[in-house]
């Protein structure tokens, strides 16, 4: 009889699962997302939590609860997901929490918005510890976002904090969600790809993609951009540019509308590129401020790519 | 012995007073705000307070206390207001609660920020009593915003919900603020103002400065921008448009962030153009809406010009 929990992050690249106990990490497990259908995917996770027990010396038994964060649209009282636009078979309703449930042996099972689960984690256990009004950043294939408000997860009408989606700029480049000139068409690392593949047809030279293929990958990685920007590659470098310029604007427009202890800025790309991107944001922030002598903190995460892992574990006890 | 309270909004142009007993405007009054200094606004002030008084057959005995809504940066503690550019002498430090309290024998005096003034006002005495998270975009001289979440006001570190300094263009129109594209650069009356008089130096035909003209005015009133566009002035018609289609990219991004039930227009320029202008702004936002199909309701103040004042006497109930 313990009190252990597992929470999963799950991505349309992988699959992250922590098992914590009396408020650590006691293992944890990542596994590729199985790019086929979503079967598949939910065996994997399956799996993953398997991997993470292991790792932790434990077994199904030992588990209070499981959490999991998931992209799209989830319906927390059944644990139904859709519209997972980046996992296979995830656009259709997949009933991912009542077939985890199953095969834990009955163990409870809460699905929660992955974004959520990473902004709940880094304010219990991580970065957002000492504030009670902050927003989280979440910088990866999209751009995702959450709000602290007096101590308090914001969830509006159930989807509140899409930074990513806030304009800005007006007829600007076209989003994955069809407007124009939305903060994510700039700074999502899948926005960043097309516009680069699309400048390199142009006959705008890059190394971007000679790169991702050197690294064995089928798409440009945070890691791929990284190297790109360490070797100066200027259509990546102008890329970043922009979507420095973009987070700055949004982040202000947030900060002036809301005036925040902090922002947080983690995701993929965000932990990826670290320090010295946080600061960059920083400060075309600050430039966009109404009271430039008082501005948030901005911060990377203290919990990375297991921010949304740990979170799931977080929404547990709050749900529970 | 009665329980009556007088409100007071100080603008630019304009000192509207009301005196509210058991929750019911009995009396109220509006002067010009003088263009000279400081004590001469504080002695308006005072002036409008009595004739307020006066239209409810009321004296300075019957008042338990005054509220004022000043802009400008505000002292809440002691009554100090500083930095507000469009009152003459309120640049400067001015003991704005404690001269006018000595001119009422001792009432207590309430000084706050006339757009959180205004924002409560609404909130309990206005369009946005059904509503527990709204937004109140108040559209005049510049334009000022207020945030009530889960039935709080929104302070931040005093100055949240400066929608008006939101950047709804990168690198566009000067702001009075010195930066570019904010909203009130857009929709502000004043940058409205000094945009179609560059026009017409340009060379471009308007008939606005002579509408202001004929009615006697020296600047561009909100009623001299609705004559101008019932009369199809060109100029007026685009600068109008423009600031429709800047409304509507703030006001998304603010919903988008925060899913609110509900957002009200009001300010001198809104209320006078009234439910056709706050149609055209709804649409506009709903174009930037990440979740168009779930809008949050759009709506005119209920007190119109009033709001900051009724508000001033809404906020000595919370401070009290």
């Known amino acids: 009889m313990t009190q252990a929990t597992a929470g999963v992050d799950l991505g349309g690249t992988k699959i992250q699962a922590v098992v914590v106990s009396a408020g650590e990490v006691v293992g944890q497990s990542r596994h590729p997302t199985p790019n086929t259908n979503a079967a598949d995917v939910v065996a994997e996770i399956v799996a993953a939590i398997h991997s993470a027990l292991d790792a932790a010396g434990m077994t199904t038994p030992d588990l209070r609860a499981i959490g999991i964060g998931s992209p799209g649209s989830v319906d927390v009282a059944t644990g139904h997901v859709s519209k997972a636009r980046n996992v296979p078979g995830f656009m259709d309703d997949v009933a991912l929490g009542p077939s985890?449930?199953?095969?834990?042996a009955g163990t409870p099972v809460l699905v929660d918005n992955d974004v959520r689960a990473a902004v709940m984690g880094e304010f219990r256990k991580g970065a957002g510890r000492p504030f009670r009004n902050f927003m989280g950043v979440f910088v990866g294939t999209g751009v995702g976002g959450g709000l602290i408000l007096?101590?308090?997860?914001r969830h509006g009408r159930g989807n509140a904090g899409e930074i990513g989606h806030t304009?800005?700029?007006p007829g600007g480049r076209r989003c994955g969600c069809l407007r124009l000139g939305?903060?994510?068409?700039?700074?999502?690392r899948m926005s960043i790809e097309q516009t680069a593949r699309h400048r390199l047809e142009k006959g705008q030279k890059t190394k971007l993609f000679e790169i991702m293929e050197r690294k064995g990958r089928d798409r440009v990685t945070s890691s791929v951009i990284a190297d790109a920007l360490d070797q100066d590659d200027r259509v990546t470098v102008e890329l970043i540019?922009?979507?420095?310029?973009?987070?700055?604007?949004a982040l202000a427009n947030a900060q002036?509308?809301?005036e925040l202890e902090a922002?947080?800025?983690g995701g993929g790309l965000g932990d990826r590129l670290g320090e010295p991107f946080v600061r960059r944001v920083e400060q075309a922030m600050v430039g966009n401020l109404r009271f430039p002598e008082q501005p948030p903190l901005v911060l990377g995460t203290d919990l990375g790519d297991l921010s949304g892992a740990v979170g799931a574990t977080v929404l547990i006890e709050y749900r529970s």
């Open 182 to 188: 939305c903060l994510e068409a700039y700074a999502g």
């Open 100 to 104: 985890v449930r199953a095969a834990f």
């Open 241 to 249: 540019d922009e979507a420095v310029e973009a987070l700055g604007v």
């Open 256 to 258: 002036n509308l809301l």
């Open 150 to 153: 007096e101590g308090e997860l």
């Open 263 to 265: 922002i947080i800025v």
């Open 167 to 169: 304009t800005v700029k």
